[in-house]
Nanobody, 124 residues
Framework: QVQLVDTGGGLVQPGGSLRLSCAASGGIFSTKSMGWFRRAPGKQRELVAAITRGGSTNYATNYADSVKGRFTISRDNGNNTVYLQMNSLKPEDTAVYYC??????????????WGQGTQVTVSS
C-alpha cells in the first residue's frame, strides 16, 4: 500500500523559510512526477511546484508564477522523497500544502497518491 507522509509545515514570520518533505513508501517501483499543491481558505487548489522525470537522469521542474524565485523543489529518488524549500515567505503563502506522487506499484500500476497535508502559516 503506497503512502505519502508530508511534514515540515508550521508558523513562520514573513520573510522566513520552511522546508517541506514528503516521503513515499509501500512497494513503489518507480515515480514520474512528484510535487506540491496547496489550498488556501476560500481559494481553489493550486499547483505550487512539480518535478518530473524526463529520462533516466533528466528532470523538469515547474512552478506557479507566485512562487518562482522563492521556492525550490528537489527530489531524492533513492528514498522516494520530494522536498520544497520555501524562502521569502509571504502571508499569501498561508495554506495547507499537499504533496503528491505519480507512482508505480504492483498490482496497482501507475496511480496518483496524496499526502495528508501540512499547514503552513505565514504571519507576524
Amino acid at each position: 500500500q503506497v503512502q505519502l507522509v508530508d511534514t515540515g509545515g508550521g508558523l513562520v514570520q514573513p520573510g522566513g523559510s520552511l522546508r517541506l518533505s514528503c516521503a513515499a513508501s509501500g512497494g513503489i517501483f518507480s515515480t514520474k512526477s512528484m510535487g506540491w499543491f496547496r489550498r488556501a481558505p476560500g481559494k481553489q487548489r493550486e499547483l505550487v511546484a512539480a518535478i518530473t522525470r524526463g529520462g533516466s537522469t533528466n528532470y523538469a521542474t515547474n512552478y506557479a508564477d507566485s512562487v518562482k524565485g522563492r521556492f525550490t523543489i528537489s527530489r531524492d529518488n533513492g528514498n522516494n522523497t520530494v522536498y520544497l524549500q520555501m524562502n521569502s515567505l509571504k502571508p499569501e503563502d498561508t495554506a495547507v500544502y499537499y504533496c503528491y506522487a505519480e507512482a508505480y506499484s504492483d498490482p496497482e500500476g501507475w496511480r496518483n497518491y496524496w499526502g495528508q497535508g501540512t499547514q503552513v502559516t505565514v504571519s507576524s
